[in-house]
């Protein structure tokens, strides 16, 4: 049987699909001198998303946990780098309201390596 599906009803889908990843997540501010960190972790402790704010609120860089960025790009299929980058680009500005220019990833291994 053969589907057709819109594009509006995709970008509702990977929309949801990005939303239950996050579902869940407690956040913990754990600011550094002069680098404010934000981090969204698991019921276990375990960070899955990292948001650094360098001395002014117009310059963030984000990470997400490696795993959660491989599971979406995967599950849903995505072509290109490009499409799984602006898939959360779209993410974080609506649900979070930050403009940022991409996404980089991290293991929980090198966790304490982004400052």
């Known amino acids: 049987m053969k ?3 819109t594009e509006n009803r995709f970008n509702k889908l990977i929309d949801k699909f990005i939303t239950d990843q996050f579902d869940g997540l407690k ?3 754990d600011s550094l001198m002069n680098t404010s960190r934000d981090i969204w972790v698991k ?3 375990k960070p899955v998303i990292i948001i650094l704010n360098m001395d002014s609120e117009e310059y963030r860089e984000i990470f997400i946990l490696q795993d959660v960025y491989a599971t979406i790009y995967y599950m849903i299929g995505m072509n290109t780098k ?4 602006k898939s959360l680009i779209n993410w974080f500005k609506k649900h979070m309201g930050l403009e940022i220019d991409g996404i980089q990833t991290f293991d929980n291994d090198g966790f304490d390596e982004i400052y």
Request: proline share 8%; glycine share 8%; aromatic share 8%.
């Open 3 to 5: 589907y057709i599906i």
């Open 27 to 29: 956040h913990v501010d």
């Open 43 to 45: 019921p276990d402790g």
């Open 82 to 85: 490009k499409d799984i980058q």
